[in-house]
């Protein structure tokens, strides 16, 4: 199978095109926060909140996905595998065997194997991220922004592409994001969680390719540190 390096540090995420192509689809209201009212805040403020976000020892997913761009439906299963404080391994495959595929987050690092399921289904990694409820903070230049009202508090984090993303959390727990490309909304992110306080669903509008996928959380265990195989895409 084709393998191919997804992301790395310093460079531009592989939906990075996607995301700039945003600016040519139809404006959408910002929902996660009103204009102004926010205060300027530190890389290392959002980082504190991020970690907030993270599970204390290593975690098993296994959930149910479905997505839909109008064209072509797909749905199947997957399993996370999560390493704090950074590290994600996602196993998905398609229904009537349409395909599996393996994508590995290190660090700020991505791969996948093969690749196109991957682009197809699954969002960047910090959306990925955030869509299990954790929040990432990006590599290199960001400017971060912070609105508090009440229990509810919105963090802003501006990238080197001018690309704007929103994370609405109450008290320490991530309920929802958006990103913005050029003043127009590119993805939407909702979260629902259950009586435990873990989420069970996640849904993600991509307004660019005019796609939604769904995530149902089917099952969720406390793991013993993952060997270190776990990390490697096959030979």
Not at 39 to 50: L, N
């Amino acid at each position: 199978m084709a393998r191919a390096l997804l992301a790395r540090p310093g460079g531009r995420s592989y939906l990075a095109a996607l995301m700039l192509a945003a600016a040519a689809c139809r404006s959408a209201p910002r929902s996660l926060a009103p204009q102004g009212g926010f205060a300027p805040a530190s890389r290392d403020e959002f980082a504190a909140a991020a970690r907030r976000t993270t599970p204390a020892r290593p975690e098993l997913v296994r959930f149910g996905w479905r997505s839909d761009d109008g064209r072509l439906q797909l749905s199947g299963s997957g399993a996370a595998r999560i390493a704090p404080p950074d590290s994600m391994r996602v196993d998905i495959a398609a229904a009537l065997g349409l395909g599996r595929s393996t994508l590995i987050l290190t660090g700020d690092s991505a791969v996948a194997e093969p690749a196109e399921l991957v682009r197809q289904v699954l969002p960047d990694r910090f959306v990925l991220w955030a869509a299990l409820g954790v929040l990432r903070v990006p590599p290199g230049d960001i400017a971060v922004e912070h609105l508090q009202d009440g229990g509810r508090s919105v963090w802003k984090v501006t990238d080197r592409l001018a690309r704007v993303t929103l994370f609405e959390l109450r008290g320490d727990t991530l309920v929802g994001g958006e990103r913005d490309v050029d003043g127009r909304a590119a993805m939407r992110l909702t979260l629902e969680r259950g009586s435990d306080g873990q989420v069970r669903r996640a849904q993600l509008l991509d307004l660019a390719r005019q796609s939604r996928l769904e995530i149902a959380i089917q099952g969720r265990e406390a793991h013993e540190a993952f060997p270190d195989e776990t990390w490697r895409l096959r030979p």
